[in-house]
């Protein structure tokens, strides 16, 4: 089989099982503001979707990052909680295992991700440190054969579900970027507990709280990545951006698709909506915001493979994944008229998500920073 017949069969297993499986439950989800249940992520398990992009020897196909971008795109179309999971195994903290870990932590962590037994999310920020990460105070401090973590983590997605945190702290003394590596801490260490479930806009059915760590003792061959390599660890953060970026472009498709059908559909002063010519224009302006962050995505990707995406490539793409999918699934709510600002259409929670996303893994400001930071071969120092 060809790499592009993979593709394609991938992409259309998972538009199958996100329909038949997830698309009944989203709704629920997000009313209700649970998570998939154990039983529906070890499906995606057995089903091969949760290793796409992790090596065989593991259990996953090793195969390239599109592919499990596709993915994550059909099931973010439908039920965006299902597609977390996707999102997670494939493009969250496993590939900073992946990349970054010994042969020994990869063995340890990344079969139970893959086979949908366990789950890793990543905690990175903290109330006073969000856009600027490199500000974070929770702190691993060596003591016998092992490290004594303190901290608090915030708007941790999957945060006190999760079995396992890709713990972004300070490891030394060494000021900013330079003293931060990660560890990985798991639930059931004493001292790890977590804060109340945040109830966000959107992103229900994706848990989010704090994750709260005092005095929690880490063995240290849970040291995933040293102080002084934060460097690579961003550089791993990527996948996970393209991840996001693609969570964006599908609920912007989603959101588009939907509205094709309801223009040609809906009449107004005795014909389609679509017979005027401003939602033709409009249809038109969604089209094109749409096709341009696909491409921006699969460039990012299509240059990754099995490795990293390269970083202008990857915040040109995010920046504009994430802003297009606020603007187009407005656009469709206001051609949806009355309809879309109900929860039955389902057009007001694809609006709610698209924010979600544009806030988590860096804002849009701070992907242009970056981009300009790329494109002219130069740091820009947000402290001075
Ligand atoms: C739905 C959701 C899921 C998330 N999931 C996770 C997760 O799983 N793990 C995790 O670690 N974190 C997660 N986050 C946190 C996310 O990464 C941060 O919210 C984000 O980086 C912004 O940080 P902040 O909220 O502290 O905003 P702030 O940093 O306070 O920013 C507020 C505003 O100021 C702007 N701003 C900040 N600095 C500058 C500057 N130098 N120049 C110009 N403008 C600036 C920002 O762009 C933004 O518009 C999540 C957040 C959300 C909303």
Redesign the pocket.
């Known amino acids: 089989m060809t790499a592009v017949d993979e593709h394609h069969e991938i992409r259309e297993l998972a538009a199958k099982v996100a329909a038949e499986v997830f698309e009944p439950m989203a709704a629920h989800l997000d009313e209700t503001r649970g998570p998939v249940p154990l039983a529906e992520r070890r499906r995606l398990g057995d089903l091969g979707l949760l290793g796409i992009a992790l090596p065989e020897r593991f259990g996953g196909a090793g195969a390239v990052l599109p592919q499990a971008l596709a993915v994550v795109e059909e099931f973010a179309k439908v039920c965006r909680p299902a597609a977390f999971q996707v999102f997670e195994a494939n493009t969250g903290p496993a590939q900073v295992i992946n990349h970054l870990g010994t042969e020994d932590q990869r063995r340890r962590w990344l079969p139970a991700i893959i086979s949908g037994e366990r789950t890793m999310?990543?905690?990175?920020?903290e109330p006073d440190?969000?856009?600027?990460?490199t500000d974070m105070r929770t702190r691993a401090e060596r003591s016998g054969d092992g490290y004594v973590v303190n901290g608090v983590?915030?708007?941790?997605?999957?945060?006190g579900e999760a079995d396992q945190y890709l713990l972004?702290c300070r490891l030394s003394d060494a000021p900013g970027s330079k003293g931060i590596g990660a560890v990985v801490v798991e639930k059931g260490m004493d001292g790890l507990s977590f804060g109340p479930a945040e109830r966000?806009m959107?992103?229900r059915g994706?848990p989010?709280a704090d994750v709260v760590l005092e005095n929690v003792r880490v063995p240290a061959d849970n040291v995933v990545v040293p102080a002084g390599d934060f460097g690579r660890l961003f550089g791993v953060f990527s996948i996970e951006r393209l991840g996001n970026a693609t969570m964006s472009l599908a609920i912007a498709q989603e959101a588009l698709d939907r509205t094709r059908v309801y223009v040609q559909e809906r009449e107004q002063f005795g014909k389609p909506l679509v017979e005027f010519q401003s939602v033709q224009l409009t249809l038109a302006n969604m089209l094109l915001r749409v096709e341009a962050a696909r491409l921006l995505i699969e460039r990012a990707a299509a240059g990754a493979g099995t490795g990293l995406p390269d970083p202008l490539h990857t915040s040109l793409a995010k920046c504009t994944a994430n802003e297009m999918a606020k603007e187009v699934t407005d656009l469709a709510m206001q051609l949806h008229g009355g309809n879309g600002y109900t929860e039955e259409y389902g057009i007001e929670r694809l609006h709610r998500d698209a924010h979600?996303?544009a806030?988590?893994?860096?804002?849009?400001?701070?992907q242009r920073?970056r981009i300009v930071s790329e494109m002219l071969g130069r740091r820009f120092d947000?402290r001075r």
Do not use: C, D, E, H
């Not at 440190?129 to 990460?133: E, L, R, V």
């Not at 983590?153 to 945060?159: D, L, M, P, Q």
């Open positions: 999310a990543v905690a990175i920020s440190a969000g856009s600027a990460a983590k915030r708007w941790i997605s999957n945060g972004y966000l959107g992103f994706i989010s979600g996303w806030i988590a893994g860096g804002t849009p400001t701070m920073i947000q």
